[in-house]
Structures are given as structure tokens and as C-alpha cells.
């Protein structure tokens, strides 16, 4: 250390916390860095989109709610666990997907655009056929819309439980009509443009939904999934607990889960744990 300088607890503690989301989220092995914000982006600056997509916390638990919801698809199931190595890499799966939402919301236009013609030509590759004999294809619009709403809802929910209590009526569904723009330029149809749209659109697809043994132990894969570190791991622990919490309660029934013994607890903790990470990255914005 040289003369005059002197060691910031507060400052270290910051980059740390930091450097281990980044590490989470980044495969450094590929040189991957943060995906760095544009004027130029589908959403331009004070997009609700941008807000709810932007804390750490929120999305993890979203995303994770989300995946679980998902998967009770069949089609949607089937595609990752024959099309993808999900069991063996789900780290990996959690970064695209997190680094696809954070380019089409912040990246210029021509990058956003670039990835989602990427995921659209792996959409065209994918397909196969149900156990009822039931053809599928990744790129089908209705299975988009339900890929997406699902995603969409999710993470919506999350920002409110742990973020944005407060988030009123209107912002609500702006936030469904941005995150159209996105499922539109991947193919699905239809796509909800508001709260109540979203909610009618899961409840006509309520009867599609299958809780076979193959998803449940998938949706214990999921939540099962732990750091290496010590304290990566106690956050995973949290994180799942507070996405099974979010699930609403026909879900959780669908896949044989227990909602958190203490979900007031779980909840504290949760919120505690994004008000920490938002410290960390407030002056790193």
C-alpha cells in the first residue's frame, strides 16, 4: 500500500460482494463482461422494464420461479432436457438466460437484435416428439407465449414482493407491454400487454400443464443446486426458498413443494439480501 492511501473496509466489502455476482452471472473463462447500458436499447432510459430488470435479487428469485412454472409444460420440458445438457450445466443455463435478458433490455438495438435471431435459429433446431406422441417445436408461438408469460409474470412479482411495493397499477402494465416487444420479435402469440392479460392468458393454459415425475424431479434439481463457497450457497438456499414462496399455491400443489416453514423469515431475509446487494452496486452504476 502506497504512502496516502489508506484501506476502505466499506469500499473492499462493496467489491467483493460485487465481484462475486459478477463472477456468478459472467463466464470469465469466455471473457464475458457486464452487459454495458445503451441510449440506443429497444427500451430507452425510465423504461419500466429497465427498472424491474435491473436488481440482482429480485430477478434471481423471478427467474427461478419462473423456470419452475415453465417446466410444468410439457413441450417446454421436453425441449430443454433433450435438446440442452440443463442437468449437467445448470450455471451455464442461468447465465445465457440472464445475459439474454440483459442485452435485449440495455445493449444497443443492432446487439439485442443479434441475440434474439441467435435464440430464434436455435428455436428453429429444436423439436421432437411427446410420450403421447404429440409433436413439439421450440419456435411454436403458443409455446412462446407461454415460455415468455410465465417469465414475464415471474419476475413482475418478484419486484414487487422484494423491491417496489408500491409499483402502481399502470407501471405494472407497461412493464407487460415492454416485455412484449420482446417475446413479438421472438414469435410468440399471443402476448399479454397487460397484468389482467397475463393472468387470463395462464389461466387458458392452465389445462396444458403436466406435473409429471420428470418435472417434479427437475423443479428438485433446481432447487437443489448449490455454490461452491459457503456463502453463494446460503443464498441459493434463500433464493429457492423465497422462488417457491412466490409460486402460487396451485403450482406449488402441482409440484408436490412445500412453502417455506417460515415464510415471514424467508421473506425478512430475502429483502435483506436484495437491500444489501443494491448497497453494494449503488455507486457502481
Not at 54 to 83: F, I, K, N
Not at 91 to 118: S, V
Not at 158 to 182: G, H, K, L, N
Amino acid at each position: 500500500m502506497s504512502a496516502g492511501t489508506f484501506f476502505n473496509p466499506v469500499h473492499a466489502l462493496r467489491g467483493r460482494i460485487v465481484g462475486e455476482v459478477r463472477a456468478v452471472f459472467n463466464d470469465r473463462a469466455k471473457g464475458e463482461t457486464p452487459v454495458k447500458s445503451s441510449d440506443d436499447a429497444i427500451f430507452p432510459p425510465g423504461s419500466v422494464i429497465r427498472r424491474v430488470h435491473s436488481d440482482v435479487t429480485t430477478m434471481m428469485v423471478g427467474g427461478t420461479s419462473a423456470l419452475l412454472l415453465q417446466m410444468l409444460h410439457p413441450a417446454a420440458l421436453a425441449g430443454v432436457l433433450e435438446h440442452s445438457n440443463f442437468r449437467d450445466d445448470m450455471l451455464g443455463r442461468l447465465r445465457r438466460t440472464a445475459r439474454f435478458i440483459a442485452i435485449t433490455t440495455y445493449a444497443d438495438h443492432i446487439t439485442a437484435q443479434a441475440a434474439i435471431e441467435r435464440v430464434r435459429a436455435i428455436h428453429d433446431r429444436v423439436s421432437g416428439t411427446l410420450g403421447d406422441g404429440t409433436p413439439y417445436h421450440a419456435s411454436d408461438p403458443h409455446l412462446l407465449a407461454w415460455v415468455h408469460v410465465a417469465e414475464a409474470t415471474s419476475f413482475l412479482k418478484s419486484r414487487i414482493a422484494y423491491a417496489e411495493p408500491r409499483m402502481t397499477r399502470a407501471d405494472q402494465d407497461r412493464y407487460f407491454a415492454e416485455s412484449a416487444e420482446v417475446a413479438l420479435r421472438l414469435g410468440a402469440d399471443p402476448v399479454p400487454r397487460t397484468r389482467a392479460e397475463a393472468a387470463a392468458l395462464i389461466a387458458a393454459m392452465r389445462p396444458e400443464l403436466v406435473a409429471s415425475h420428470e418435472c417434479r424431479e427437475v423443479a428438485r434439481l433446481i432447487l437443489a443446486q448449490r455454490a461452491p463457497g459457503a456463502m453463494q450457497s446460503s443464498a441459493q438456499r434463500l433464493l429457492a426458498l423465497a422462488a417457491v414462496d412466490l409460486l402460487p399455491g396451485w403450482v406449488r400443489t402441482m409440484l408436490r413443494l412445500e412453502a417455506p416453514a417460515a415464510p415471514l423469515l424467508t421473506r425478512a431475509a430475502t429483502f435483506g439480501m436484495a437491500a444489501t446487494l443494491r448497497w453494494a452496486f449503488a455507486t457502481r452504476r
